[in-house]
């Protein structure tokens, strides 16, 4: 895919007069534990990122290395995050919500339009457009969804060093087998959602 065709949508939305159109999109939504991160991305027409996807598709390595390769070349980028505590209070979806849009506020230079992934828009405070499958058909969500994926990643790594029993660098907080074996085994820790424990 060219840089044209994956910026299509940026385009379509700038050809209806928005300068500044960024991606947003989510990483963390699943998980028994951990904050729900969002990045919010501008990226320029001219940039070179060849493994640039969903974080999904992108192998744990690549995406370490498109991690600082978007950094460097988008026009703005910024990511945000909403803890445990505040989705326990809010729920996930709003808790979403809430940190793509802090996300697409924290950007230096403050854009017009967002592009959102997902079918959700609650709770986004510019105009924007919701796009399912967003992080494979827009470029700068696909940008934000790395983002998203690496830095909450590198914090469940931080997490894991911190309370180690549950094995966090391992699972990064997902519901697997080994996950819920240690959560049987000692209980909840001050990062676990309280309220995706209920079957426990």
């Not at 910026?7 to 991606?23: D, I, M, R, T, W």
């Not at 910024?78 to 802090?102: F, H, P, W």
């Not at 992080?135 to 909450?152: F, G, Q, Y």
């Not at 590198?154 to 087998?177: D, I, N, V």
Request: aromatic share 8%; hydrophobic share 40%.
């Amino acid at each position: 895919m060219t840089n044209a065709e994956y910026l299509s949508l940026e385009h379509e939305a700038q050809a209806q007069g928005y300068a500044v159109v960024c991606g947003a999109d989510e990483a963390g939504a699943g998980p028994l534990a951990g904050p729900v991160y969002a990045a919010a991305v501008i990226l320029p027409d001219d940039f070179d990122l060849p493994w640039l996807n969903d974080s999904k598709k992108v192998t744990p390595k690549r995406r370490e290395v498109l991690f600082d390769q978007i950094k460097e070349q988008a026009v703005a980028w910024a990511v945000a995050s909403v803890g445990e505590r505040e989705i326990d209070e809010i729920n996930i979806l709003n808790a979403r919500m809430k940190a793509m849009d802090l996300a697409i506020h924290q950007l230096d230079l403050a854009p017009d339009f967002a592009l959102i992934d997902g079918n959700r828009n609650k709770g986004i405070t510019i105009p924007n457009r919701m796009v399912v499958h967003g992080d494979s058909l827009s470029a700068s969500i696909s940008a934000a969804s790395i983002l998203a994926k690496v830095s909450r990643d590198h914090y469940m790594l931080e997490m894991a060093e911190r309370y180690p029993e549950y094995h966090f660098e391992q699972h990064k907080g997902y519901g697997t087998k080994l996950h819920y074996e240690m959560l049987h085994k000692y209980g909840p820790c001050p990062i676990h959602r309280l309220t995706f424990l209920k079957k426990l």
